[in-house]
Nanobody, 130 residues
Framework: QVQLVESGGGLVQAGGSLRLSCTASALTLRSYGSYAMGWFRQAPGKQRDVVASISRSGSRTYYADSVKGRFTISRDNAKNSLSLQMNSLKPEDTAVYYC????????????????????WGQGTQVTVSS
């Protein structure tokens, strides 16, 4: 099973930016390009929700309405990495952010629910102060 490690979280003022990164390893049976990827977040007392997802090829992306126009998901299959550029951050973006991977048969297929992902990182805290 692929292992995922997130980095880049921290404390930022409202209106600021952060870039999260996720690196995949333990890719013994499947290459990184076999996985659709996603970012989720979970605020205290709330369920874990999808933030953004990206297809295996990187050609298709999905964003939650709350982050459209502010966040950008991208991937580098040569480096087994996933990124989330977060701009114009708001206090309501405060949460633990998780990277997730799910096998997908289609190069352009998207996974937009947690049930579709089988591997998860440990999470990185993002705190946006007002």
């Amino acid at each position: 099973q692929v292992q995922l490690v997130e980095s880049g979280g921290g404390l930022v003022q409202a209106g600021g930016s952060l870039r999260l990164s996720c690196t995949a390893s333990a890719l013994t049976l499947r290459s990184y390009g076999s996985y659709a990827m996603g970012w989720f977040r979970q605020a205290p007392g709330k369920q874990r929700d999808v933030v953004a997802s990206i297809s295996r090829s990187g050609s298709r992306t999905y964003y939650a309405d709350s982050v459209k126009g502010r966040f950008t998901i991208s991937r580098d299959n040569a480096k087994n990495s996933l990124s989330l550029q977060m701009n114009s951050l708001k206090p309501e973006d405060t949460a633990v952010y998780y990277c997730a991977a799910g096998l997908n048969s289609y190069l352009t297929g998207l996974i937009t629910t947690g049930a579709g992902f089988t591997s998860w990182g440990q999470g990185t805290q993002v705190t946006v102060s007002s």
